[in-house]
């Protein structure tokens, strides 16, 4: 993204007589009149959203003299460290030629993604009149945790334990909170979450557990609660006796029946070649 250090949108026109008349005189205050009002003070979207960020202040002649900007101050940062804002791409203004006149200067970000949180202040200036700034509106970007994932780990099992692990991705900002449950075995966390981020700037997470191993079906449930969601996501998983693990004589049985399948694919590709072969001397 490119920031430009000018001011970028300049609605210039001819000027007003009447603006070059008015007396700057003592006393009087002439910028009593210009308010910036913006709306909403706090604005929570998800990555991919639009974003209307309001800015409205007394509509002024169509044709004056004036300018409408917006500035970006991070959301850590004190307010001292603004950029800012060049339109194109996808910041566009609501009213791009008739701002001044309509008294709206609302600003549109398209497809929001986590760079574009932070504090945007609008700030306008009319001929004859002092700058005026808005409050501002703070913009928080959320990224969902997708439905987490449960499965078995096969490797760091302990003598009568299994491991299983839940994983979600996708989520923005970290963390998300795991939670475990089952009906009546015990779970013990193997420490906290492994925490990510990705490429893309948004966070995934795994928690592991350990469970005793038990002789009957179980269901386990893993619920992860993120700042996003009004409501905790839930996946369940069945454990089932017969099939944990894959352990020991279990595994080299599965191995067998690989390698079983993979002789009697050779087999049959072999012959048939040969009876291919058998067909064309005939
Ligand atoms: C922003 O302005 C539009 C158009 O004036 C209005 O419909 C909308 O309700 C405003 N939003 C907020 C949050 O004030
Ligand atoms: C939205 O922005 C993302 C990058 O943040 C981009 O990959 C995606 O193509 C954009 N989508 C649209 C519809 O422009
Ligand atoms: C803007 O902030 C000032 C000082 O914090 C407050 O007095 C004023 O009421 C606010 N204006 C709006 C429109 O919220
Ligand atoms: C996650 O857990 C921490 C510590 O218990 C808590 O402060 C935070 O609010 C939780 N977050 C969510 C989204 O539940
Ligand atoms: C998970 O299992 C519980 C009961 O064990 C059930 O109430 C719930 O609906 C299940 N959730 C899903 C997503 O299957």
Not at 21 to 34: F, N, V, W, Y
Request: aromatic share 10%.
């Amino acid at each position: 993204m490119v920031w430009s250090c000018s001011l970028n949108l300049l609605l210039l026109a001819g000027f007003l007589p009447k603006a070059f008349m008015e007396p700057h005189a003592p006393g009087r205050k002439t910028d009593a009149d210009l308010h910036v009002l913006q709306s909403p003070p706090s604005l929570v979207l998800t990555k991919g959203d639009q974003a209307i960020l309001n800015c409205s202040f007394p509509a002024g002649d169509p044709n004056g003299k004036g300018a409408v900007s917006w500035n970006r101050f991070s959301l850590e940062e004190d307010r001292s460290s603004g950029r800012a804002i060049s339109l194109g791409g996808h910041f566009s203004l609501a009213y791009p030629r008739t701002s001044l006149g309509k008294g709206d200067g609302s600003l549109i970000i398209s497809n929001i993604s986590w760079e574009d949180a932070g504090i945007y202040v609008c700030k306008v200036w009319l001929w004859g009149k002092e700058e005026k700034e808005g409050n501002g509106t703070r913009l928080v970007v959320y990224g969902h945790p997708n439905q987490p994932e449960i499965y078995l780990q096969v490797q760091g099992q302990k003598e009568g334990t299994i491991v299983l692990a839940c994983r979600t991705f996708g989520f923005h900002p970290a963390p998300v909170n795991f939670s475990w449950h089952s009906s009546d075995l015990s779970i013990t966390a193997l420490g906290p979450a492994e925490l990510w981020k990705s490429e893309s700037g948004d966070f995934q997470s795994i928690h592991y557990v350990a469970i005793p191993c038990s002789s009957t079906w179980k269901t386990f449930t893993c619920s992860v609660r993120h700042v996003s969601l009004v409501e905790p996501l839930s996946s369940n998983y069945t454990y089932d006796p017969g099939e944990h693990g894959l352990s020991g004589n279990q595994l080299m049985e599965y191995l067998n029946i690989i390698k079983i399948c993979l002789v009697l694919g050779l087999l049959m590709s072999i012959t048939l070649t040969v009876g291919k072969r058998c067909k064309k001397r005939k």
